[in-house]
């Protein structure tokens, strides 16, 4: 999902950043960014190690204890 949010910040800052008039001319500016974007291949780095990250949201993803492995014949 991050990385859904931070394409889309993009190409608002790169290509929505001014009135275009009609459905057909928006989907050919996205397309036409679309295109150029995936040409000059774009990527994210991550700042983030997982450890980092869960000790941040340690709220919010809170650690689960390891399941039980099921008896057998279960």
Same mark, same amino acid.
């Given at each position: 999902?991050?990385?859904?949010?931070?394409? $889309? %910040?993009?190409?608002?800052?790169?290509? !929505?950043?001014?009135?275009?008039?009609? *459905?057909?001319? !928006?989907?050919? /500016?996205?397309?036409? @960014?679309? *295109?150029?974007?995936?040409? %000059? %291949?774009?990527? $994210?780095? @991550?700042?983030?190690?997982?450890?980092?990250? *869960?000790?941040?949201? =340690?709220?919010?993803?809170?650690?689960?204890?390891?399941? /039980?492995?099921?008896?057998? %014949? =279960?």
């Amino acid at each position: 999902l991050n990385m859904v949010e931070i394409e $889309i %910040g993009v190409l608002k800052g790169q290509c !929505l950043d001014r009135r275009i008039d009609t *459905r057909e001319g !928006l989907e050919r /500016e996205i397309a036409a @960014w679309e *295109r150029e974007r995936n040409a %000059g %291949g774009a990527h $994210i780095t @991550w700042m983030f190690t997982t450890e980092k990250a *869960r000790a941040k949201m =340690s709220r919010a993803y809170p650690k689960l204890a390891p399941l /039980e492995p099921l008896a057998k %014949g =279960s």
